[in-house]
T-cell receptor, first 115, second 110 residues
Framework: DAGITQSPRHKVTETGTPVTLRCHQT?????MYWYRQDPGHGLRLIHY???????DKGEVSDGYSVSRSKTEDFLLTLESATSSQTSVYFC??????????????FGPGTRLTVL | DAKTTQPPSMDCAEGRAANLPCNHS???????VYWYRQIHSQGPQYIIH???NNETNEMASLIITEDRKSSTLILPHATLRDTAVYYC???????????FGQGTTLQVKP
C-alpha cells in the first residue's frame, strides 16, 4: 500500500469553527489531491497540488483552502465550517499527471461532521 | 475528460467471473481507461488501466474494444471480498484530475 496517512480520521466540530485536515505521504510523489465523497455524488475534487507551493482548484473548491509547504504534507483547511461540509475527505497522491498519467493512490479518509 | 456510463448494480456468484461494462463513447486518442474500486468506506483502490490494448494484472483483466468506445473489467474468480463499488474513469493526464461517476455496485453472492 502507498504510504499515505490522513489525520484526524474522525472529527466532529461546530458550525463556524476552523478545521484543518492533514495528508501525509512517504512516497515523495509530486502530485497530491483532496476529494470529498457524499452520498449520491461519488468523489469530487476539491483542490490539488503539483508541487511545493503550487496548488489549483478542483470542481468544489468554495469554502476550502489548501497549503503545501513540504512535499510530504498537503493541508486542507475549512476556514469556517458549515454543515454542508459534512463529508468523508480523501487524499490521493501520484508521481506525475501529464503524459502517461500515473496512478493515483488514496488514503484511508477522514470523516468530518459539522454540527 | 470524457464521461463514462456504467450500470448502477450487478450481481455475481462467488467463484464465477464478474464482467463489468463501461461505455466511454466520447473518449479521445490520448485518454486512458482506469478502473478503481471502493470497498465499504475505504479509500478507492486502483485496479488496472489501459490505452488501447487489453491488459491483465494480478487483480483483473481489462478488455477495450477496438474503437475504444467501451471496455469491460473482468474479475476472473470473484470472491465475497470483491463486493464493492467499481468506478470506470477516463483520464487524459493533462490535469491529473480523476472524474468519478456513480460507479457499479457489484454484489458477490455465495
Amino acid at each position: 500500500d502507498a504510504g499515505i496517512t490522513q489525520s484526524p480520521r474522525h472529527k466532529v466540530t461546530e458550525t463556524g469553527t476552523p478545521v484543518t485536515l492533514r495528508c501525509h505521504q512517504t512516497e515523495n510523489h509530486r502530485y497530491m489531491y483532496w476529494y470529498r465523497q457524499d452520498p449520491g455524488h461519488g468523489l469530487r475534487l476539491i483542490h490539488y497540488s503539483y508541487g511545493v507551493k503550487d496548488t489549483d482548484k478542483g470542481e468544489v473548491s468554495d469554502g476550502y483552502s489548501v497549503s503545501r509547504s513540504k512535499t510530504e504534507d498537503f493541508l486542507l483547511t475549512l476556514e469556517s465550517a458549515t454543515s454542508s461540509q459534512t463529508s468523508v475527505y480523501f487524499c490521493a497522491i501520484a508521481k506525475q499527471a501529464s503524459g502517461n498519467p500515473d496512478t493515483q493512490y488514496f488514503g484511508p479518509g477522514t470523516r468530518l461532521t459539522v454540527l | 475528460d470524457a464521461k463514462t456510463t456504467q450500470p448502477p448494480s450487478m450481481d455475481c456468484a462467488e467463484g464465477r467471473a464478474a464482467n463489468l461494462p463501461c461505455n466511454h463513447s466520447t473518449i479521445s486518442g490520448n485518454e486512458y481507461v482506469y478502473w478503481y474500486r471502493q470497498i465499504h468506506s475505504q479509500g478507492p483502490q486502483y485496479i488496472i488501466h489501459g490505452l488501447k490494448n487489453n491488459e491483465t494484472n494480478e487483480m483483473a483483466s481489462l478488455i477495450i474494444t477496438e474503437d475504444r468506445k467501451s471496455s469491460t473489467l473482468i474479475l476472473p474468480h470473484a470472491t465475497l471480498r470483491d463486493t464493492a463499488v467499481y468506478y470506470c474513469i477516463v483520464h487524459s493526464g493533462n490535469t491529473g484530475k480523476l472524474i468519478f461517476g456513480q460507479g457499479t455496485t457489484l454484489q458477490v453472492k455465495p
